[in-house]
């Protein structure tokens, strides 16, 4: 029995690290987006992120009239 709670012990252990470095990894995305703005997205252009951003809002707009 021993062995199960250590082994317990070592999964909450290893949620706890990785949940922390994801929060921090999180954290630092949203930081660099709202410094930068939205140019994490390498590759692609503004132009080209606008429209998609607008024909995203079509489809959400029109799907809600249903």
Known sequence: MNDF???????????WIW???FMVLMSLVIMK????????????SS???DSMD?????????SSND
């Open 33 to 44: 987006r709202m410094i930068v703005g939205k140019s994490t997205y390498s590759g692609s």
């Open 5 to 15: 709670d250590f082994l317990v012990d070592l999964f909450w252990l290893f949620l």
């Open 54 to 62: 607008v024909a995203l809002i079509t489809t959400i707009t029109s």
């Open 19 to 21: 949940g922390a470095c």
């Open 47 to 49: 132009s080209n992120k």
